[in-house]
């Protein structure tokens, strides 16, 4: 089922999923088996490519078997925005492809439904930004986020 009006849309699988234009999103998606560390690249380059073209990324990491984003949707045109389900379309969809190829294998890569949150507020976003940073040291695969190679900032220049 899937609503939409000028600025609000929604659609519900297992999860509630809400759009609003301008909004910042906590995004989370998971894999079906773990990914080693070259496919964790492919997913880095690939979140990294989409900055300034269909959203702007804020932040983000790929774990072993998740991944987790702070990223907001930019304009299509005047009136409407990059849909959310698409910008994980092309994410999913490019990577699940890269990497089979990359690890010679095939099948689904990534769950098919993803969790995604609107930002309501800077405090919110700052909460958000924290436990993404943390995920990695949380996990003991590193003990500073400096030191973990598959966290996910924009690219400068």
């Not at 080693?36 to 900055?51: A, E, F, L, T, Y």
């Not at 990534?110 to 958000?128: C, P, T, V, Y």
Request: contains cysteine; positive net charge; hydrophobic residues 35%.
């Amino acid at each position: 089922m899937f609503e939409t009006t000028s600025e609000f849309s929604s659609y519900r699988r297992n999860l509630p999923h809400w759009q609003i234009g301008g909004y910042t999103y906590f995004v989370t998606f998971r894999a079906l088996r773990i990914l080693p560390n070259n496919s964790r690249d492919i997913v880095c380059k690939k979140v990294r490519d989409g900055h300034h073209t269909t959203y702007d990324l804020l932040f983000g990491v790929v774990m072993p078997d998740h991944v987790h984003l702070l990223i907001r949707p930019t304009k299509k045109d005047t009136e409407t925005w990059h849909p959310l389900p698409s910008i994980l379309q092309k994410i999913k969809g490019g990577t699940a492809r890269e990497i089979n190829i990359a690890e010679h294998s095939s099948g689904t890569l990534w769950q098919k439904e993803s969790f995604d949150r609107m930002i309501r507020n800077e405090h919110e976003l700052l909460e958000k930004w924290e436990y993404i940073w943390n995920n990695p040291i949380k996990a003991g695969l590193v003990d500073s986020i400096v030191e973990y190679p598959f966290y996910i900032r924009p690219s400068v220049g």
